[in-house]
């Protein structure tokens, strides 16, 4: 008897966009060694006396522009994603968020509550970090009962049928008129790159680290991202003037470059009028999509002298990504 059952995990969202409950997630998150990595007391102070008494306000602020009738976005999209998921695999099938809810702990109790002893996990991030990856495989393996097993698949940043996915998506959202295609991704700090090289000597340690072959790729997030970036641009016959490739969401200095808003701000300077936005760090839309892009990095553009924004959706439950996704799951399975 296959007792084989898959969770899929992505980040989280707050309850609501009251304060209170924002505060409560940004707490969760930033708490998060993996996230925040300083030792514990730094970590504490620095959230407690720094950020929890001043973010949260704006924060919510940023998460009620784009809460709609049905609730968070990403926790819409990502049930969405579970149902059409299950429907096809026609096996046990459940949602877990690193933080907020339903929880990861959630996800496998009701995987072990319907017999399951054998959970294929993958989270919701195409390129590996330690802050979403990691994090991850951690909490669920924290919370196996004794007898289950956990097979995780930590990437699929290059995965042809991911890749397909993506490019058949932009390909059906892209306007008449575009001159360039922004492809944003998600930053992280420089030092997140350097402790994740098993190598310790690869990543960030010279100028062409991602174009020279190396084990510290496989857990290298600004490898993994040119990576997809090329083999998108490949399928959308792109020549290299016609995209750029760069980093949102950053929080201080020492974080990957170039940033995107800074990008976003100078294209307008160089003939750049019509612009299309791909976000490929996401396979479900939520507040880096539709608030930062959508809202902040369009009026960033527009004031600079663009003409025309486009934010092209996430994957969510196109029909093209829930396929690669079950076959996904499916030869994880097999292998297993």
């Given at each position: 008897?296959?007792?084989?059952?898959?969770?899929?995990?992505?980040?989280?969202?707050?309850?609501?966009?009251?304060?209170?409950?924002?505060?409560?997630?940004?707490?969760?998150?930033?708490?998060?060694?993996?996230?925040?990595?300083?030792?514990?007391?730094?970590?504490?102070?620095?959230?407690?006396?720094?950020?929890?008494?001043?973010?949260?306000?704006?924060?919510?602020?940023?998460?009620?522009?784009?809460?709609?009738?049905?609730?968070?976005?990403?926790?819409?999209?990502?049930?969405?994603?579970?149902?059409?998921?299950?429907?096809?695999?026609?096996?046990?099938?459940?949602?877990?968020?690193?933080?907020?809810?339903?929880?990861?702990?959630?996800?496998?109790?009701?995987?072990?509550?319907?017999?399951?002893?054998?959970?294929?996990?993958?989270?919701?991030?195409?390129?590996?970090?330690?802050?979403?990856?990691?994090?991850?495989?951690?909490?669920?393996?924290?919370?196996?009962?004794?007898?289950?097993?956990?097979r995780f698949?930590?990437?699929?940043?290059?995965?042809?049928?991911?890749?397909?996915?993506?490019?058949?998506?932009?390909?059906?959202?892209?306007?008449?008129?575009?001159?360039?295609?922004?492809?944003?991704?998600?930053?992280?700090?420089?030092?997140?790159?350097?402790?994740?090289?098993?190598?310790?000597?690869?990543?960030?340690?010279?100028?062409?680290?991602?174009?020279?072959?190396?084990?510290?790729?496989?857990?290298?997030?600004?490898?993994?991202?040119?990576?997809?970036?090329?083999?998108?641009?490949?399928?959308?016959?792109?020549?290299?003037?016609?995209?750029?490739?760069?980093?949102?969401?950053?929080?201080?200095?020492?974080?990957?470059?170039?940033?995107?808003?800074?990008?976003?701000?100078?294209?307008?300077?160089?003939?750049?009028?019509?612009?299309?936005?791909?976000?490929?760090?996401?396979?479900?839309?939520?507040?880096?999509?539709?608030?930062?892009?959508?809202?902040?990095?369009?009026?960033?553009?527009?004031?600079?002298?663009?003409?025309?924004?486009?934010?092209?959706?996430?994957l969510n439950?196109?029909?093209?990504?829930?396929?690669?996704l079950v076959?996904?799951?499916?030869?994880?399975?097999?292998?297993?």
């Amino acid at each position: 008897m296959d007792n084989t059952g898959y969770l899929l995990t992505n980040l989280g969202t707050p309850d609501s966009p009251d304060v209170a409950d924002v505060r409560q997630y940004l707490g969760e998150f930033l708490m998060d060694p993996y996230v925040l990595d300083v030792p514990y007391p730094i970590r504490r102070l620095i959230v407690s006396a720094f950020i929890l008494p001043f973010r949260p306000k704006k924060s919510a602020e940023a998460y009620a522009s784009i809460w709609d009738e049905s609730g968070s976005p990403l926790l819409k999209i990502s049930q969405d994603q579970l149902s059409a998921v299950s429907a096809e695999l026609k096996a046990p099938v459940a949602l877990g968020m690193r933080y907020g809810q339903p929880s990861l702990a959630q996800g496998v109790d009701s995987l072990v509550e319907q017999g399951v002893d054998n959970l294929v996990v993958i989270p919701l991030y195409p390129q590996y970090a330690d802050s979403t990856v990691t994090t991850s495989i951690d909490a669920v393996n924290q919370h196996l009962p004794d007898g289950v097993t956990a097979r995780f698949i930590t990437a699929f940043y290059d995965d042809p049928r991911y890749i397909s996915a993506l490019a058949s998506s932009v390909k059906q959202t892209l306007p008449a008129t575009w001159d360039h295609l922004l492809m944003s991704y998600h930053g992280l700090p420089t030092r997140h790159l350097k402790k994740a090289d098993p190598t310790g000597k690869h990543c960030m340690q010279r100028a062409d680290c991602c174009a020279v072959a190396s084990t510290a790729h496989a857990t290298c997030y600004r490898h993994q991202v040119f990576e997809t970036s090329r083999a998108l641009a490949h399928e959308l016959e792109l020549s290299e003037s016609q995209y750029s490739v760069t980093f949102q969401s950053r929080l201080g200095g020492g974080w990957l470059q170039p940033y995107t808003d800074q990008v976003l701000a100078e294209l307008p300077n160089q003939g750049v009028k019509h612009l299309a936005v791909v976000c490929p760090a996401f396979v479900a839309d939520n507040l880096e999509t539709l608030e930062e892009m959508g809202l902040q990095g369009r009026e960033t553009f527009l004031e600079a002298g663009g003409e025309t924004f486009h934010l092209i959706p996430c994957l969510n439950d196109h029909p093209d990504w829930i396929n690669a996704l079950v076959q996904i799951l499916n030869d994880d399975s097999d292998a297993g």
